[in-house]
C-alpha cells in the first residue's frame, strides 16, 4: 500500500489527481477500522492531516465554512452557538478520542446512513464543497448522498470544506441507541426553525438507504404554523415517520424505527418551539 501525505492544499489536489484510487484520511477513525478489521486495502492513502488549510473554519455570507479538518470536538466547543444542531449531534458521536480525531467531512466521506452529522446538515441546508485540480464544485447536501455509503464525489475530488447556515432559530438534533454513548444510532433526526420565515428543516439519519429530509412534514409545519399545537406536532411527527424507509437489521426493526422517528420529530418540535417562546 503506498503512503501519500500532502502538506498543502494545492498538493492534496495534485496527488488525488495522479492517484484517484487514493483514499484519503483525515481522523482516520473510519479508514484505519476498515482496515484493521480487513474490509479492504485501499492500493493507496492519501494523508490529509497536515494540510494546515483544512483545520480552519471561517463565517463567510451568511454560513460557517467547517474546514475539511475541524474535528467534532471543536464544532461543539467553538462552533456551539452559531450551529447548534450540528454541535448537539457532535457531542454524541463514539468518545472523546473519537471526537478528537472525527471530522464532519470523514462523516461525509464515509457517507453512512447512521452518520450523525447529517440530519443537522440536511436540516440547515448545508452544502458541500468540493474541490479537484479541475476546480470547485459546491453540492447541495440533498444531492450528496447517492447511495448507502456513496456520495457524489467523483474519483480526483475531494472535501474542502462544509458551509452550514448560521442559526436562524431553535435547533436539535435527537438520536435513538442501544445505550447512552459510543453507539451507532438505531435511528436519529434533526430540526431546524426559522421562526422569521415560519419555515422547519428536516433531518433523519439511519431510517433509509441515505440520510434524508421529510418534505412533506416541512411543507405541512409551513402552512399550518403552530409549532406549539399538539395536534400539528403530532401530524408532523406522523409525516416525518412517514418519509423514512428503515429496514429491520441488528440494531432495531423497521417499526421501532418508524414509531420511534415519529416521536422524536413531535419531540423537537416541541423543544425548539419552547426555546423560541423563552427565548423571544
Ligand atoms: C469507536 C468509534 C465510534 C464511532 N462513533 C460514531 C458515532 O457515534 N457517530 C458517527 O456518526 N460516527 C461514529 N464513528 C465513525 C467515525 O468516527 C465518523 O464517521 C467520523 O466522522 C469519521 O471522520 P474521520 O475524520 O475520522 O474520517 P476518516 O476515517 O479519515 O475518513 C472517513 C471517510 O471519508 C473519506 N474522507 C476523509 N476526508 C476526506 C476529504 N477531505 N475528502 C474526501 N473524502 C474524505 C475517507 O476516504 C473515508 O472514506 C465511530 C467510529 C469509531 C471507531
Redesign the pocket.
Known amino acids: 500500500m503506498d503512503f501519500l501525505r500532502a502538506t498543502t492544499w494545492a498538493e492534496a489536489l495534485r496527488m488525488k489527481a495522479d492517484r484517484p484510487d487514493a483514499?484519503?484520511?483525515?481522523?482516520?477513525?473510519?479508514?484505519?477500522?476498515?482496515i484493521n478489521l480487513d474490509k479492504g486495502r485501499p492500493k493507496a492513502l492519501?494523508d490529509?492531516t497536515p494540510v494546515a488549510e483544512?483545520t480552519e473554519w471561517s463565517v463567510e455570507s451568511g454560513n460557517i465554512r467547517v474546514g475539511?479538518?475541524v474535528?467534532?470536538t471543536r464544532v461543539i466547543t467553538e462552533l456551539a452557538d452559531r450551529l447548534p444542531g450540528l454541535a448537539q449531534?457532535s457531542r454524541?458521536?463514539?468518545?472523546p478520542?473519537?471526537r478528537n480525531?472525527?471530522?464532519?467531512?470523514?462523516?461525509?466521506?464515509?457517507?453512512?446512513p447512521?452518520?450523525?452529522?447529517h440530519p443537522p446538515l440536511l436540516a440547515t441546508g448545508a452544502i458541500v464543497e468540493?474541490e479537484s485540480v479541475d476546480g470547485v464544485r459546491m453540492i447541495p447536501i440533498g444531492d450528496f448522498y447517492t447511495g448507502v455509503k456513496r456520495n457524489a464525489?467523483a474519483a480526483n475530488?475531494?472535501?474542502?470544506a462544509v458551509h452550514v447556515p448560521l442559526r436562524a432559530g431553535p435547533q436539535y438534533f435527537s438520536k435513538i441507541?442501544t445505550r447512552n454513548a459510543?453507539?451507532?444510532?438505531v435511528c436519529s433526526f434533526g430540526i431546524a426553525l426559522n421562526v422569521a420565515e415560519r419555515t422547519v428543516g428536516t433531518g433523519i439519519g439511519s431510517a433509509a438507504p441515505t440520510p434524508r429530509r421529510a418534505v412533506e412534514a416541512e411543507a405541512f409545519l409551513a402552512e399550518n404554523w403552530s409549532p406549539g399545537d399538539p395536534e400539528v406536532g403530532r401530524r408532523f411527527g406522523e409525516l416525518v415517520a412517514a418519509a423514512a424507509a428503515p429496514i429491520d437489521d441488528v440494531r432495531g426493526s423497521r417499526d421501532y424505527r418508524v414509531h420511534a422517528l415519529a416521536v422524536m420529530a413531535r419531540r423537537t418540535l416541541g423543544w425548539a418551539w419552547e426555546e423560541h417562546r423563552r427565548t423571544s
Not at 483514499?23 to 476498515?34: A, I, K, S, Y
Not at 475530488?157 to 474542502?160: A, F, G, M, P
Open positions: 483514499t484519503p484520511v483525515q481522523g482516520g477513525t473510519d479508514v484505519m477500522v476498515e492519501l490529509l483544512l475539511a479538518g474535528t467534532y449531534a454524541t458521536v463514539g468518545s478520542q473519537i480525531r472525527g471530522t464532519v467531512a470523514g462523516n461525509l466521506g464515509a457517507a453512512s447512521a452518520g450523525d452529522s468540493a464525489l475530488e475531494l472535501i474542502r441507541g459510543m453507539v451507532i444510532a
